[in-house]
């Protein structure tokens, strides 16, 4: 199917969410920030070319932090994250006392026009403390990778081609190519097809950027015979395409 159909109501939020990155074991002594950021979702629409991200630091101790702008690229169902002058953060490393509270300004910075929709990652990271390394304590790391986007007040919607294939080990793979300048959302994701057999996904599965193209492996799910049904949610609310090959 080469179409999306929408149904429900628009999605109020976005998140992300939070990595936590561990090293080592946990043990009695280890220290770490909490940080918190809004929004977790960044949405500028042009002529606005600069916003906030406010960061609250809710430990009892002070924290470095640094952010940084990445251009988030999609291709051949791979993604990355590459360095870009475009757009800045604000200040780029700043420290948060106990308790307190900072707004980083996000500026695209470029020149040029924008064309469709821009996508980045804005990628908050707390700093190890060398203190928290002495004495046997483990630091844990914290991260927050924020989507951002600029694009123009007139855009077409996303126009999403499906394919499932089946892996040589058995498991199923999921194709999305994307045609529209906008990207699509993925979340609470069913999958379908013959004898009732089915896969879930409950949360966010990912996002397909505007032309591009992005696969997921449905890891745990064991290939089973098609045409398949999908539905899911996106930020425009409930979308369905049918008779997948």
């Known amino acids: 199917m080469r179409c999306l159909h929408f149904a429900g109501s628009v999605m109020a939020s976005v998140w992300l969410g939070l990595a936590l ?55 051949d169902g791979q993604q990355s994250y590459q360095p870009t002058t475009d757009v800045v953060a604000s200040p780029p490393i700043s420290t948060l006392q106990a308790g307190s509270q900072n707004i980083i300004r ?9 064309v469709n929709e821009e996508s980045y990652r804005l990628v908050v990271d707390e700093l190890p403390s060398p203190s928290l390394q002495e004495g046997g304590n483990v630091t844990v790391v914290l991260r927050h990778s924020i989507p951002l986007f600029f694009s123009q007040a007139v855009l077409d919607q996303p126009d999403v081609e499906w394919n499932v294939q089946t892996q040589s080990d058995g498991s199923m793979r999921l194709d999305a190519v994307n045609r529209g300048p906008r990207r699509l959302k993925i979340s609470n994701l069913s999958l379908s097809g013959q004898g009732n057999e089915e896969v879930r ?33 996106s930020e425009a609310g409930q979308f369905s395409a049918v008779d997948l090959d």
């Open 106 to 114: 996000i500026v695209r910075v470029s020149r040029q026009p924008v």
């Open 201 to 233: 996904y409950a949360g966010l599965l990912g996002y397909v950027l505007g032309n591009s193209k992005m696969s997921w492996v449905l890891n745990g799910a064991h290939a089973f015979a098609g045409p398949y049904d999908l539905t899911a949610d």
């Open 21 to 75: 990155l561990v090293s080592g074991a946990f043990p009695s002594g280890a220290s770490a920030a909490a940080l918190r950021v809004s929004p977790v979702l960044l949405d500028l629409i042009a002529p606005t070319s600069a916003t906030g991200l406010r960061i609250w630091n809710d430990s009892n101790q002070s924290v470095d932090i640094q952010v940084r702008v990445f251009r988030w690229v999609q291709k």
